[in-house]
């Protein structure tokens, strides 16, 4: 299986902020990777996917990068609705697996 | 618009069989490509991928839960099956039901609003 490890586990920012989280895989990937945001009590909704791609109506703020282990998403200027637990999970090949999530937690 | 609704019990005792329903619209479990998988979250803990059908039929299971699970499709009524075998407290979760819009992209544009399953005698 491969394992997906985020780090930091939890983040504590400020509206304005730029926030990095990352994601690394256990063995290569290339870019079959997706972020999702989580927002307490709330359904994961997909941000981004195959690393880079916005999904449609994402806003631009959010971005995603890297390919084979190493990724990031990155929020440029932390809003109030981003305040959430961002996940990574590795599509490349089965089973399929998620991070352990990284909180964004207001400072 | 593409819509997912998971169904199912609330309340299961230990060593029953928890059978779930995923009734989705806007798309076609025949159409080349599409998968609908099941991922479940216990309360306060992460993700959990379960199992995943696409529309040529071929299944994927988690390895570790692999042996308690079944999923299925019935294409004409627009639903995903999982049933789980012998449940356990530590069985208990929000299960959400998730679509795969395309071919070899396998992350979930979409999730159901998910059903929480309680464990307990």
């Known amino acids: 299986d491969i394992q997906m490890t985020q780090s930091p586990s939890s983040v504590s920012a400020s509206v304005g902020d730029r926030v990095t989280i990352n994601c690394r895989a256990s063995?290569?990937?290339?870019?079959?990777l997706a972020w999702y945001q989580q927002k307490p009590g709330k359904v994961p909704k997909l941000l981004i996917s195959a690393a880079s791609s916005l999904q449609s109506g994402v806003p631009s703020r959010f971005s995603g990068s890297g390919s084979g282990t190493d990724f990031t998403l990155t929020i440029s200027s932390l809003q109030p609705e981003d305040f959430a637990t961002y996940y990574c999970?590795?599509?490349?090949?089965?089973?399929?697996?998620f991070g352990g999530g990284t909180q964004v937690e207001i400072k | 618009q593409v819509t997912l609704k998971e169904s199912g019990p609330t309340l299961v005792k230990p060593t029953q069989t928890l059978t779930l329903t995923c009734t989705f619209s806007?798309?076609?479990?025949?159409?080349?490509?599409?998968?609908v998988g099941w991922i479940r979250q216990p309360p306060g803990k992460v993700l959990e991928w379960l199992a995943v059908i696409y529309w040529n039929d071929n299944k994927f299971y988690t390895p570790s839960l692999k042996s308690r699970l079944t999923i299925t499709k019935d294409t004409s009524e627009n639903q995903v099956v999982l049933r789980m075998t012998n449940m356990d407290p530590v069985d208990t979760a929000t299960y959400y039901c998730?679509?795969?819009?395309?071919?070899?992209?396998?992350?979930?544009?979409?999730w159901g609003q998910g059903t929480l399953v309680t464990v307990s005698s």
């Open positions: 063995q290569g990937i290339s870019s079959w």
């Open positions: 999970q590795q599509a490349n090949s089965f089973p399929l697996t």
């Open positions: 998730g679509y795969q819009k395309a071919l070899r992209a396998n992350w979930f544009d979409l």
């Open positions: 806007g798309f076609s479990l025949s159409t080349t490509g599409v998968g």
